[in-house]
């Protein structure tokens, strides 16, 4: 299981990737487990995002 290569368009194609990516990943982990793993990368997109807000203002 590799890591999914997403566009720079980031579309709907991307999202499937990632999700099948999670869930193959997630098969093997306790409910905390998962919990803690999405929100490591909810923490990693916000962080994304609010770089990019204070950019375009």
Same mark, same amino acid.
């Given at each position: 299981?590799?890591?999914?290569?997403?566009?720079?368009?980031?579309?709907? *194609? /991307?999202?499937? !990737?990632?999700?099948?990516?999670?869930?193959? @990943?997630?098969? $093997?982990?306790?409910?905390?487990?998962?919990? *803690? /793993?999405?929100? !490591?990368?909810?923490?990693?997109?916000?962080? @994304?995002?609010? $770089?990019?807000?204070?950019?375009?203002?």
């Amino acid at each position: 299981m590799t890591k999914p290569i997403v566009s720079k368009d980031f579309n709907l *194609e /991307d999202i499937r !990737k990632i999700r099948e990516y999670n869930s193959l @990943r997630h098969v $093997q982990m306790t409910p905390g487990e998962i919990i *803690e /793993d999405t929100q !490591k990368g909810a923490a990693v997109v916000l962080k @994304r995002l609010r $770089q990019s807000e204070k950019m375009s203002v």
